[in-house]
């Protein structure tokens, strides 16, 4: 009988609809995956002959089987927000009830975890002291909301040019306070163990020694240290550095040097003008490079999502920091995997077991930070089917009516 066959097309039918639309209603869904509706055949049980006469009974759905090709990928203003480009599902814990996603729309919330939209908490690898990454376990990711701890200075460099062509300074002896004194200075702002901040200043007095300066450098507004003399190659290079007596010389071009702190505490702060790559050519005293390693206290202002995964902290202070790392899983038949809807899938053992690993480690996409990858639906294609599946509806039920004109005209005989 028709029956049987009509109803399970049309059952099939609005199956493939069902699929269709939901491909439809999520086409703006950001991460969504499209789905195709795959049908069987159905056959009666019946003893084997050696011609084969069985009449098929209908179809039936076999799986639902998802599309995973890559999404296209739109940039945001949102700094948090990350879409993967390839292979790999994000890693989210809610309660220690691990699901993934490819939905990338991420946020701190106010203990600086970085969450969805449901709170669920996105995993990836802790970041230790000197942002070195820990990869032995996933744990949730987490942006320090404290300030950056200052760090005091302890190196100024200085690459200087001093012109061998200047005049030793007739005013004698040297004296911040009287320009005639010196050739050249400059200065720094540099810190404390507290982030206080002073400024340094650095003299350069020629010598009546051939090749030889005079270097001194002091907080500003008091009296500064004498360094010690530098001395220069017939090739305008650094060749040697002398110290005042008592004071050793860590190395050629360095001068070791003690300030007061802003703190008022009685332990100087130890530094080192470091003038490495300092040269003595004819031409304008200047600096090509002045820098020093300390820095004040910093509030974390804005973030940035590596392609490797990597999650840096930007600070107000001009400071960067690794926080962490985000880690991807990836599996080796990601249609064995569960959907729970709300963009979250889940293991199973169709899916076989998650492979963590970080951005761009075999079989594992990258990352584009403040993007959001698009739903992969394509919109042409799905109304195409749309009208096939009608088409197929229809055709289905007019399998059902004739079937209904045979019975009439048996009933009639």
């Known amino acids: 009988m028709g029956y049987q066959q009509g109803l399970s097309g049309l059952s099939g039918a609005s199956n493939a609809l069902d699929v269709i639309g939901n491909n439809i209603a999520n086409a703006n869904t950001v991460g969504f995956k499209s789905s195709t509706a795959q049908f069987a055949d159905m056959y009666a049980n019946s003893v084997a002959t050696s011609v084969n006469t069985q009449i098929g009974i209908g179809t039936r759905i076999s799986s639902v089987q998802q599309s995973f090709g890559q999404g296209t990928i739109n940039t945001t203003n949102n700094a948090l927000d990350v879409a993967i480009n390839g292979n790999g599902f994000f890693q989210m814990s809610n309660n220690g009830v691990v699901t993934y996603s490819r ?40 942006a320090p909301t404290a300030n950056l701890a200052p760090s005091a200075t302890t190196t100024i460099t200085g690459q200087f040019n001093l012109n061998s062509q200047d005049t030793v300074p007739t005013t004698t002896p040297f004296s911040a306070t009287d320009s005639t004194s010196y050739n050249y200075s400059t200065s720094i702002q540099v810190y404390d163990t507290l982030g206080g901040a002073q400024q340094v200043d650095m003299y350069f007095v020629k010598s009546a020694t051939a090749g030889q300066w005079e270097a001194y450098a002091g907080v500003h507004g008091t009296a500064p240290t004498d360094l010690g003399k530098v001395t220069f190659s017939p090739t305008g290079q650094i060749m040697s550095t002398t110290t005042p007596a008592g004071v050793s010389t860590p190395s050629t071009g360095k001068f070791p040097f003690s300030i007061t702190t802003t703190d008022g505490s009685t332990t100087p702060q130890n530094l ?42 930007n600070y107000s202070n001009g400071q960067t920091q690794t926080l962490g790392l985000i880690a991807l899983a990836n599996f080796n038949n990601p249609n064995g995997l569960t959907n729970l809807g709300g963009n979250q899938y889940a293991e199973s053992s169709a899916s076989g ?13 990258v990352l584009q930070g403040s993007a959001l990858e698009n739903s992969n639906v394509d919109l042409t294609a799905q109304l195409v089917n749309l009208i096939t599946a009608q088409r197929n509806y229809q055709a289905n039920a007019q399998t059902i009516k004739t079937q209904q004109a045979v019975d009439q005209s048996v009933i009639n005989l």
């Open 272 to 313: 080192t003008l470091d003038l490495t790559g300092t040269t003595q050519y004819g031409g304008k005293d200047g600096v090509t490079n002045l820098a020093q390693d300390g820095f004040a206290s910093g509030t974390l202002s804005t973030f940035t999502i590596g392609a490797d995964g990597k999650l840096t902290g």
């Open 103 to 142: 939905d990338g729309t991420f946020q701190r919330d106010k203990n600086g975890f970085i969450v969805d939209s449901q709170g669920r908490n996105l995993m990836g690898y802790a970041a230790a002291a000197g942002g070195v990454i820990n990869t032995a376990a996933t744990v949730p990711m987490q």
């Open 353 to 365: 077991v998650p492979q963590i690993s970080a951005p761009g480690s075999t079989n594992h996409g």
